[in-house]
Each structure stands twice: as C-alpha cells, then as structure tokens.
C-alpha cells in the first residue's frame, strides 16, 4: 500500500485513513483500567485514572462507561465509532464537572508566576462527524457544546491588557496583578459542517464583561475570533478595540482591529495640535456600564436556563 502522511503539510488534524476492515475482522469486549493516561504535552495534565469498557462488536467499536479523573474533575459518558459502512461515523456524549483549569491547563510562564484563569468547568457536549479519517469526521462536525465556569477568577492585568487599558494595566503592573473574581462565565457553542459558532461566549468579572464571537472551522482548519471587552469602570488612557484571533489552526495570529484605535489616535492628534491636553480627550474611558449590566444579565440568564433544564 502506498503510504500515506499522517498530516497534510500546514495542516493539524491527522489525515491517515481509518483501516474499516480491521474493525470488522473480529469482536472484543475489555475492561479498560489505566492508571494515568499521559497526553504528550507539558500544556495538560495526564488523566489519573480512566476507566472504561471497549466493546468491539460486527465492526462497531464502543468505548462506554468512561469514567476518568482530569484536574481534581471528573469526565464522564461514551464514545462510538461505527465502521459498517464505506465511511467511518463517529459519536460523542461527554459530561465533565468540577475540573480546575489552574490543575488540567498549565498556564505558567514562570515558576511563581499566577494562573491567567482559575476556576472549576462543567459542561457537556454531544456531537457527530462521518468520514474516512479523523480530519474527515471533524471537517463534518455536527453538534452542541455548553461549558459553564464556577469559583472562578481571572488576571486583572491579563483583562486589561486585552483591553487596552492603559492606565489602569500600568496601575496593576506597578503593584502587582491580582485576581479579580468571575460573576459569570458561559460558551454555548453549536457545530455545524464542522464550523464551531459561539451562540453565547461571554466571561463578566467584577471589573469588565467580555463577549467572543466568531468562527472555529476544523473543514478549513483556520480561525476568526474577536473579543470585545466592555469596561465597567473610569480609565483616564485606554485605546478600547476588539481583540482579534485569526488565522490557520498551526499558528494563528493575535492582534488589535486598527480601525478604532486609529480613530482615537487620529482625533488626540489633531486636538493635540490645538493644547496638548486636549489629546487626552479621546483616550478618557468613562465605562460602558448600561452594555456591562446586559452581558452580566445574558450570561446569568443563561446559566440559569441550563440548570432549569436539567
């Protein structure tokens, strides 16, 4: 057989055909008992422990029961793959709760440096995708996702930094970062043709609400998100824009729409011609409270419409 790369060049997501026949070839049914699962990666913590059952039965392969421990959390639910056909189809329905982001991510630049996020994650999500490689099934992507945050905090200076809050970024940089508490956080994501949409992604602290909207496509392998951050609070120097993430999934790019911060800067500049004071003006943030207010409600709407439903 001719041999065949396990990913496209530029791309992420392995390519290497399923081998179908091999799945119809016999049955098995094994208890799965592994006491920790390492994922090839300093950036996430090995499940310790997963258990399941594999059960392998006329080209079916099920893996059910799945019951593995993830930052201090547990995941729970069931994965199937049906190779009956010509193309392989594949399902999904996991449940996780009461996973700390600060244990599963590691997200330390330094050795005392603080996590950007803390916090426990709960969510679920049930999907489906069809093809004859794992690229295929996600590029066919079907499904929903809701992940809620609790106990959570997040970096001060991280938030204004993605704000472009100047002064205020500068006030925490000179005494030191903190975290600031998390009232709500909320992503419901839907997938379609193996397109990730947020329908709802919205994290309000005490200090700002930020709402992320855009798209994730696993078909194209490319991204376009961008983060509005609404302030909630007085800044005598920020350049308030829309933080934007584009770009392939192998190295997408963060920046700033220029559009706004062009505008600002262009209007301090020209009042700066007038007194220089005056090109302050621009850059004075009073806080959008009213727009903070509304995504603080949405996302608690949200929340609480989820848990009513289960």
Known sequence: PVATPARAAGKVLPQRPFDLAALRAMDADVVVDIREVDLDTALLEPLRPLRARLRLAAGVLTLS??????????????????????????????????VRVERWINQRSAEQSPPFVTG??????????????????LASLQG????????????????????????????????????LPVQCAMADLVAQAGV?????????????????????SLASETIDLRAV???????????????????RLLDPAVSFEKGPMGRKLATAF????????????????????????????????????????R
């Open 120 to 137: 426990r994650l709960k969510g679920h999500t049930t999907l489906a995708g069809q093809g004859r490689s794992t690229a295929d099934i």
């Open 270 to 309: 020209l009042l700066a011609l007038v007194n220089p004071l005056a090109a302050l003006i621009p850059l004075i943030d009073t806080g959008d409270t009213e727009a903070a207010r509304r995504g603080a409600a949405g996302c608690l709407e949200l929340a609480q419409r989820s848990v009513a439903k």
């Open 196 to 216: 990730v949409r947020p329908r709802v992604m919205v994290l309000d602290t005490t200090d700002s609400t930020v709402w992320v909207e855009g798209t994730l």
């Open 229 to 247: 951050v609404s302030p909630k609070d007085f800044s005598p120097l920020a350049l308030r824009t829309p933080l934007r993430v584009r770009g």
């Open 144 to 179: 929903l996702a809701r992940i809620e945050m609790h106990e959570a905090a997040v970096s001060h200076l991280a938030l204004e930094v993605a704000g472009l809050d100047l002064a205020q970024g500068l006030g925490v940089m000179l005494k030191g970062d903190n975290m």
């Open 65 to 98: 029961e799945i019951d593995a421990r993830l930052g201090q959390g547990q995941l729970l639910g069931k994965l199937a793959l049906d190779g009956t056909g010509s193309t392989a189809l594949w399902t999904a329905d996991l449940h996780w709760d009461g």
